[in-house]
Protein backbone atom coordinates (compact mmCIF):
# COMPACT_ATOMS: atom_id res chain seq x y z
CA UNK A 1 0.00 0.00 0.00
CA UNK A 2 0.78 4.16 -0.48
CA UNK A 3 1.43 5.69 2.40
CA UNK A 4 -1.02 9.02 2.76
CA UNK A 5 1.38 11.26 3.48
CA UNK A 6 4.55 10.81 1.58
CA UNK A 7 3.62 8.48 -1.43
CA UNK A 8 6.01 5.98 -0.12
CA UNK A 9 4.86 2.36 -0.84
CA UNK A 10 4.50 0.14 2.20
CA UNK A 11 4.14 -3.71 2.46
CA UNK A 12 0.92 -4.94 2.25
CA UNK A 13 -0.26 -5.29 5.93
CA UNK A 14 1.89 -2.28 7.70
CA UNK A 15 0.44 -0.50 10.24
CA UNK A 16 3.13 2.42 9.79
CA UNK A 17 5.08 4.06 7.29
CA UNK A 18 8.22 2.90 7.01
CA UNK A 19 9.79 6.13 5.23
CA UNK A 20 7.89 8.76 7.29
CA UNK A 21 6.11 6.56 10.62
CA UNK A 22 3.19 8.26 9.84
CA UNK A 23 -0.12 5.79 10.38
CA UNK A 24 -1.43 3.48 7.28
CA UNK A 25 -4.95 2.83 6.48
CA UNK A 26 -6.29 -0.43 6.33
CA UNK A 27 -7.81 -0.53 2.00
CA UNK A 28 -6.20 2.79 0.76
CA UNK A 29 -2.94 4.00 1.37
CA UNK A 30 -4.18 7.84 -0.59
CA UNK A 31 -7.05 9.81 -0.57
CA UNK A 32 -10.61 8.65 0.71
CA UNK A 33 -12.19 9.91 -2.67
CA UNK A 34 -9.57 8.19 -4.87
CA UNK A 35 -8.46 4.52 -3.61
CA UNK A 36 -5.31 4.39 -5.29
CA UNK A 37 -3.67 0.87 -6.51
CA UNK A 38 0.03 0.83 -5.70
CA UNK A 39 1.98 1.89 -8.87
CA UNK A 40 4.51 -1.03 -10.80
CA UNK A 41 7.36 0.56 -9.25
CA UNK A 42 8.51 3.97 -6.72
CA UNK A 43 10.13 4.90 -10.31
CA UNK A 44 6.42 5.35 -11.68
CA UNK A 45 5.57 7.03 -8.27
CA UNK A 46 8.28 9.43 -8.65
CA UNK A 47 7.50 10.14 -12.24
CA UNK A 48 3.93 10.94 -11.19
CA UNK A 49 5.47 13.34 -8.30
CA UNK A 50 8.02 15.09 -10.78
CA UNK A 51 4.97 15.96 -13.21
CA UNK A 52 2.73 16.79 -11.12
CA UNK A 53 4.95 19.21 -8.96
CA UNK A 54 4.53 20.10 -5.26
CA UNK A 55 0.68 21.82 -5.65
CA UNK A 56 -2.27 19.68 -4.58
CA UNK A 57 -0.07 16.64 -5.39
CA UNK A 58 -1.76 14.49 -3.22
CA UNK A 59 -5.49 15.35 -4.72
CA UNK A 60 -3.74 14.36 -8.30
CA UNK A 61 -1.68 11.02 -7.37
CA UNK A 62 -4.77 9.68 -5.97
CA UNK A 63 -6.70 10.07 -9.05
CA UNK A 64 -3.95 9.05 -10.88
CA UNK A 65 -3.19 5.82 -8.90
CA UNK A 66 -6.92 4.70 -9.43
CA UNK A 67 -6.82 5.69 -12.79
CA UNK A 68 -4.18 3.54 -13.29
CA UNK A 69 -5.60 0.75 -11.50
CA UNK A 70 -8.81 0.69 -13.36
CA UNK A 71 -7.34 0.98 -16.85
CA UNK A 72 -8.99 4.24 -17.92
CA UNK A 73 -9.64 7.72 -16.42
CA UNK A 74 -13.15 8.15 -14.53
CA UNK A 75 -14.81 11.40 -15.28
CA UNK A 76 -14.83 14.01 -11.71
CA UNK A 77 -15.68 17.23 -10.64
CA UNK A 78 -12.94 19.66 -10.87
CA UNK A 79 -13.86 23.22 -9.11
CA UNK A 80 -10.71 25.03 -9.92
CA UNK A 81 -11.72 23.99 -13.87
CA UNK A 82 -15.07 25.67 -13.29
CA UNK A 83 -14.11 28.70 -11.53
CA UNK A 84 -10.75 29.67 -13.57
CA UNK A 85 -10.85 27.14 -16.60
CA UNK A 86 -8.34 29.28 -18.91
CA UNK A 87 -6.22 30.02 -16.33
CA UNK A 88 -6.34 26.26 -14.60
CA UNK A 89 -5.31 25.15 -17.95
CA UNK A 90 -2.30 27.56 -18.55
CA UNK A 91 -1.48 26.79 -14.28
CA UNK A 92 -0.97 23.18 -15.34
CA UNK A 93 0.76 23.88 -18.88
CA UNK A 94 -1.54 22.41 -21.01
CA UNK A 95 -1.21 24.94 -23.18
CA UNK A 96 -3.66 23.88 -26.27
CA UNK A 97 -6.58 23.24 -24.32
CA UNK A 98 -6.02 26.89 -22.64
CA UNK A 99 -6.08 28.42 -26.25
CA UNK A 100 -9.05 26.32 -26.93
CA UNK A 101 -10.95 27.19 -23.99
CA UNK A 102 -10.00 31.29 -24.90
CA UNK A 103 -10.75 30.85 -28.87
CA UNK A 104 -14.03 29.10 -27.94
CA UNK A 105 -16.34 31.90 -27.47
CA UNK A 106 -14.82 33.54 -30.26
CA UNK A 107 -16.36 31.39 -32.52
CA UNK A 108 -20.10 32.11 -31.45
CA UNK A 109 -20.57 35.24 -33.57
CA UNK A 110 -19.84 32.82 -37.25
CA UNK A 111 -22.50 29.97 -35.52
CA UNK A 112 -25.08 32.69 -35.14
CA UNK A 113 -24.49 34.51 -37.89
CA UNK A 114 -24.36 31.13 -40.07
CA UNK A 115 -27.37 29.70 -38.29
CA UNK A 116 -29.53 32.69 -39.02
CA UNK A 117 -28.45 32.66 -42.91
CA UNK A 118 -29.51 28.88 -43.22
CA UNK A 119 -32.82 28.46 -40.75
CA UNK A 120 -34.46 31.26 -41.20
CA UNK A 121 -37.76 31.69 -39.32
CA UNK A 122 -36.09 28.66 -36.74
CA UNK A 123 -32.90 31.26 -36.06
CA UNK A 124 -33.88 31.63 -32.31
CA UNK A 125 -34.52 28.28 -31.50
CA UNK A 126 -31.29 27.22 -33.23
CA UNK A 127 -29.17 30.68 -31.72
CA UNK A 128 -30.42 29.27 -28.58
CA UNK A 129 -29.44 25.48 -28.67
CA UNK A 130 -25.84 27.07 -29.81
CA UNK A 131 -25.92 29.43 -26.87
CA UNK A 132 -26.73 26.59 -24.53
CA UNK A 133 -24.16 24.10 -25.76
CA UNK A 134 -21.34 26.86 -25.66
CA UNK A 135 -22.09 27.22 -21.84
CA UNK A 136 -22.31 23.43 -21.77
CA UNK A 137 -19.09 23.59 -23.45
CA UNK A 138 -17.59 26.21 -21.49
CA UNK A 139 -19.06 25.63 -17.74
CA UNK A 140 -19.52 22.13 -17.86
CA UNK A 141 -17.31 19.57 -19.84
CA UNK A 142 -14.18 21.54 -18.22
CA UNK A 143 -14.15 21.04 -15.16
CA UNK A 144 -16.21 17.65 -15.92
CA UNK A 145 -13.32 16.02 -17.79
CA UNK A 146 -10.50 17.90 -15.81
CA UNK A 147 -8.92 15.35 -13.98
CA UNK A 148 -9.17 13.06 -17.07
CA UNK A 149 -7.06 15.38 -18.85
CA UNK A 150 -4.65 16.36 -17.20
CA UNK A 151 -4.05 12.72 -16.42
CA UNK A 152 -3.34 12.00 -20.31
CA UNK A 153 -1.43 14.89 -20.28
CA UNK A 154 1.02 13.49 -17.84
CA UNK A 155 1.12 10.37 -18.86
CA UNK A 156 2.11 11.77 -22.29
CA UNK A 157 5.05 13.61 -20.95
CA UNK A 158 6.01 10.62 -18.73
CA UNK A 159 5.89 8.64 -21.54
CA UNK A 160 8.07 11.40 -23.67
CA UNK A 161 10.72 11.54 -20.89
CA UNK A 162 10.81 7.59 -20.95
CA UNK A 163 11.91 7.53 -24.90
CA UNK A 164 14.14 10.32 -24.20
CA UNK A 165 16.35 7.95 -21.64
CA UNK A 166 16.41 5.04 -20.28
CA UNK A 167 17.66 6.91 -16.45
CA UNK A 168 15.20 6.84 -14.11
CA UNK A 169 17.08 10.31 -12.56
CA UNK A 170 16.90 11.90 -16.20
CA UNK A 171 13.51 11.05 -16.43
CA UNK A 172 12.20 12.39 -13.95
CA UNK A 173 15.01 15.62 -13.95
CA UNK A 174 13.13 16.39 -17.18
CA UNK A 175 9.61 15.82 -15.84
CA UNK A 176 10.27 17.99 -12.83
CA UNK A 177 11.53 20.67 -15.57
CA UNK A 178 8.47 20.45 -18.10
CA UNK A 179 5.82 19.39 -15.47
CA UNK A 180 4.92 21.00 -12.43
CA UNK A 181 2.96 24.62 -12.63
CA UNK A 182 3.41 27.75 -14.31
CA UNK A 183 4.28 31.39 -13.34
CA UNK A 184 2.36 32.34 -16.48
CA UNK A 185 -0.77 33.13 -14.12
CA UNK A 186 0.62 34.95 -11.87
CA UNK A 187 2.10 37.28 -14.94
CA UNK A 188 -1.23 37.07 -16.67
CA UNK A 189 -2.95 38.95 -13.92
CA UNK A 190 -0.32 40.98 -13.33
CA UNK A 191 -0.43 42.20 -16.78
CA UNK A 192 -4.01 42.78 -16.76
CA UNK A 193 -4.11 44.73 -13.85
CA UNK A 194 -1.52 46.85 -15.50
CA UNK A 195 -3.83 46.94 -18.64
CA UNK A 196 -6.40 47.86 -16.05
CA UNK A 197 -5.17 51.17 -14.26
CA UNK A 198 -3.58 52.05 -17.74
CA UNK A 199 -7.52 52.42 -18.60
CA UNK A 200 -8.22 53.71 -15.98
CA UNK A 201 -5.27 56.55 -16.34
CA UNK A 202 -5.84 57.19 -19.99
CA UNK A 203 -9.66 57.36 -19.47
CA UNK A 204 -8.35 60.13 -16.90
CA UNK A 205 -5.53 61.90 -18.74
CA UNK A 206 -6.87 61.87 -22.09
CA UNK A 207 -9.94 64.15 -21.74
CA UNK A 208 -7.82 66.25 -19.45
CA UNK A 209 -4.93 66.95 -22.15
CA UNK A 210 -7.55 67.22 -25.22
CA UNK A 211 -9.08 70.12 -22.81
CA UNK A 212 -5.83 71.42 -22.09
CA UNK A 213 -4.73 71.07 -25.67
CA UNK A 214 -7.86 73.68 -26.72
CA UNK A 215 -7.10 76.23 -23.54
CA UNK A 216 -4.23 76.49 -24.84
CA UNK A 217 -5.40 77.47 -28.36
CA UNK A 218 -7.77 80.10 -26.89
CA UNK A 219 -4.69 81.78 -25.36
CA UNK A 220 -4.53 83.24 -29.10
CA UNK A 221 -8.04 84.37 -29.06
CA UNK A 222 -7.96 86.19 -25.26
CA UNK A 223 -4.32 87.91 -26.49
CA UNK A 224 -6.50 89.46 -29.07
CA UNK A 225 -9.40 90.03 -27.26
CA UNK A 226 -7.11 91.79 -24.73
CA UNK A 227 -5.49 94.25 -27.46
CA UNK A 228 -8.92 94.83 -29.11
CA UNK A 229 -10.02 96.04 -25.45
CA UNK A 230 -6.90 98.57 -24.81
CA UNK A 231 -7.41 99.92 -28.23
CA UNK A 232 -10.93 100.87 -28.12
CA UNK A 233 -10.16 101.95 -24.59
CA UNK A 234 -7.63 104.64 -25.99
CA UNK A 235 -10.08 105.38 -28.21
CA UNK A 236 -12.61 105.90 -25.90
CA UNK A 237 -10.44 108.22 -23.87
CA UNK A 238 -9.76 110.40 -26.90
CA UNK A 239 -13.07 110.53 -28.97
CA UNK A 240 -15.77 110.12 -25.86
CA UNK A 241 -17.76 107.78 -28.00
CA UNK A 242 -17.04 104.48 -29.74
CA UNK A 243 -16.00 103.77 -32.81
CA UNK A 244 -18.36 102.86 -35.54
CA UNK A 245 -16.04 99.57 -36.76
CA UNK A 246 -13.22 97.79 -35.19
CA UNK A 247 -10.98 99.65 -37.89
CA UNK A 248 -11.85 102.72 -36.70
CA UNK A 249 -9.71 101.86 -33.47
CA UNK A 250 -6.55 100.45 -35.24
CA UNK A 251 -8.39 96.94 -34.60
CA UNK A 252 -6.45 94.95 -37.73
CA UNK A 253 -8.90 91.98 -38.80
CA UNK A 254 -7.54 88.43 -37.00
CA UNK A 255 -5.01 86.92 -39.06
CA UNK A 256 -4.59 83.81 -36.66
CA UNK A 257 -6.44 80.35 -37.46
CA UNK A 258 -7.93 80.46 -34.25
CA UNK A 259 -10.22 83.31 -34.45
CA UNK A 260 -12.14 83.63 -37.33
CA UNK A 261 -13.25 86.87 -37.48
CA UNK A 262 -14.02 90.25 -35.27
CA UNK A 263 -17.40 92.42 -35.38
CA UNK A 264 -18.28 95.39 -33.25
CA UNK A 265 -21.81 96.43 -31.88
CA UNK A 266 -21.80 99.73 -32.48
CA UNK A 267 -24.53 100.10 -30.31
CA UNK A 268 -23.99 98.75 -27.02
CA UNK A 269 -19.82 98.17 -27.80
CA UNK A 270 -19.85 94.55 -27.06
CA UNK A 271 -17.24 92.67 -29.62
CA UNK A 272 -18.24 89.20 -30.91
CA UNK A 273 -14.85 87.13 -31.66
CA UNK A 274 -16.05 83.83 -33.90
CA UNK A 275 -13.73 81.06 -33.77
CA UNK A 276 -12.69 78.94 -36.08
CA UNK A 277 -11.64 75.83 -33.88
CA UNK A 278 -12.98 72.32 -34.98
CA UNK A 279 -13.80 71.84 -31.27
CA UNK A 280 -15.63 75.71 -31.23
CA UNK A 281 -16.31 76.13 -35.11
CA UNK A 282 -18.98 79.02 -35.17
CA UNK A 283 -18.91 79.89 -30.84
CA UNK A 284 -18.45 83.03 -29.91
CA UNK A 285 -16.21 85.11 -27.17
CA UNK A 286 -17.37 87.91 -26.19
CA UNK A 287 -15.56 91.27 -25.43
CA UNK A 288 -18.30 93.04 -22.92
CA UNK A 289 -18.03 96.91 -22.17
CA UNK A 290 -18.33 98.28 -18.78
CA UNK A 291 -17.78 101.83 -17.20
CA UNK A 292 -14.70 101.86 -14.90
CA UNK A 293 -15.02 105.58 -13.98
CA UNK A 294 -13.17 108.26 -14.57
CA UNK A 295 -14.83 108.10 -17.74
CA UNK A 296 -13.33 105.15 -18.52
CA UNK A 297 -14.76 101.65 -20.32
CA UNK A 298 -12.85 98.38 -19.77
CA UNK A 299 -14.23 95.09 -21.70
CA UNK A 300 -14.09 91.87 -19.97
CA UNK A 301 -14.73 88.53 -22.17
CA UNK A 302 -17.35 86.03 -21.41
CA UNK A 303 -19.19 83.11 -23.35
CA UNK A 304 -22.38 82.23 -23.34
CA UNK A 305 -21.83 79.21 -25.61
CA UNK A 306 -17.87 77.88 -24.84
CA UNK A 307 -17.44 75.45 -21.99
CA UNK A 308 -15.50 77.29 -18.82
CA UNK A 309 -13.04 74.24 -19.05
CA UNK A 310 -11.78 75.95 -22.52
CA UNK A 311 -11.78 79.25 -21.31
CA UNK A 312 -9.00 81.15 -18.86
CA UNK A 313 -9.73 81.83 -15.75
CA UNK A 314 -10.68 85.38 -16.09
CA UNK A 315 -13.11 84.89 -19.17
CA UNK A 316 -15.17 81.83 -17.02
CA UNK A 317 -18.69 83.03 -15.87
CA UNK A 318 -18.91 81.95 -12.27
Given at each position: ?V???C??T?????AF????G?A??????????WPA??P??N?E?????????P?NQ?Q??S????A??LG???L???W??F??T??W??Y??????A???L?L?A?L???????G???G?A??LV???????C??A?????????H?A?????K?????????STDP??Q?????????????V??L???????A???VL??V?LP?F??????A??TEAT?Y????????????V??H???????D???????G?????????A??G?????????E?????????PS?A???????K??????????L???????
Amino acid sequence: MVCSKCGHTCDDGSAFCSHCGAALASGSGLDQTWPAAEPASNVELDCYKAVIGPKNQQQYLSYFLKADQLGKAQLSWHWPAFFVTFYWLLYRKMWLLALAVLILPALLLPSITLAGAVFGKATDLVIGLICLACLVALFVLPPLYAHAAYYKHCKRKITKAQKNSTDPQLQIGELARTGGTSHVVAILILVFVAIAMLGVLAAVALPAFHDYKIRARMTEATIYGEHASQLMGAYYVKNHSLPATLQDAGIEPPAGAVVKSATLNAQNGVITLTLALPELEGKALLLVPSQAGNDMITWKCQSQDIPNRYLSVSCRQQ
